[in-house]
């Protein structure tokens, strides 16, 4: 690439984040298609089933493979094929629409089926936070994306408990896939509802991020930017806490202000 600044004029190499499509199937039959950033791709796409209300846990699913073909796409590609007993998703539940790394709900069949019904009270979970260790966490959130740090142009969803300690983190081109891959990773890890825990998200809060945070039985959400008003219609309405603007020892708290201390 050629740097410009001021007057003078640089060519150097230049650190660019992957984005490549990964086509998610159950049992062979194709489920949807997103732009992600490679890695993780198991996390995802069992994140993906259980924020979209498919499946309820880690242990609906037997296994996640990727599908060798002749193409070169195989790690695009993966199949999941779950556990014997577990229904298959109807019909009307597949989205054969590519969704992008600015939109998760792009390819919903109605509107309908955006508001998910999550199994998970967050209403009454017990979490409470200090103010001050809410505040910590964006600096520890970015201090851990090692990607961000080299291009500049990740969303990363960091999962913490009630101490402030990050449990695990995820990075991706797309808010809703990172947020995917650490909810994946709990259900795999047998964790989901993720009670008296936390999710923070580098970007804005929106509807989207706040249902899948439901959906995994999280109790707050915060983010270093701002939520929509459906976002923070949709956490009032389920009892989740939802903080805006959580940046240098300020923020904004939209809903359920009570659970910080």
């Excluded at 994306?145 to 983190?169: I, N, P, W, Y």
């Excluded at 998200?201 to 929106?206: E, F, H, K, L, T």
Aim: charged fraction near 20%; charge should be negative; proline fraction near 5%.
């Amino acid at each position: 690439m050629t740097r410009i600044a001021e007057n003078s004029r640089e060519t150097r190499f230049d650190s660019l984040v992957a984005e490549e499509p990964l086509e998610i199937r159950i049992d062979g039959r194709s489920l949807a298609v997103t732009m992600r950033t490679p890695g993780n791709d198991f996390e995802l796409a069992t994140g993906f089933l259980l924020t979209e209300g498919l499946i309820t846990g880690g242990s609906d699913v037997a296994t996640v493979s990727y599908c060798p073909g002749p193409d070169k796409q195989e790690f695009n590609v993966l199949d999941v094929a779950l556990a014997p007993g577990v229904p298959a998703p109807p019909v009307q539940a597949t989205r054969p629409f590519v969704t992008t790394s600015s939109c998760g709900l792009c390819g919903k069949t109605s509107i309908d089926t955006v508001r998910s019904k999550s199994t998970n009270d967050v209403a009454g979970d017990g979490l409470r936070v200090p103010a001050d260790v809410l505040c910590a966490l964006p600096g520890r959130l970015r201090e851990a994306q090692k990607v961000f740090e080299r291009t500049g142009g990740l969303h990363a969803a960091g999962l913490f408990d009630s101490t402030g300690r990050l449990v695990c983190l995820r990075e991706d081109v797309g808010r809703h896939n990172a947020f995917d891959k650490v909810i994946g990773w709990a259900a795999m890890s047998g964790r989901v509802p993720l009670r008296d825990h936390l999710i923070l998200a580098s970007g804005r809060a929106s509807f989207e991020l706040v249902q899948k945070a439901l959906m995994a039985g999280l109790p707050l959400l915060a983010a270093v930017s701002a939520p929509s008003n459906l976002a923070a219609d949709l956490a009032e309405e389920s009892g989740m806490t939802l903080v805006g603007f959580l940046r240098g020892e300020t923020m904004n708290v939209y809903t359920g202000a009570e659970r910080l201390v």
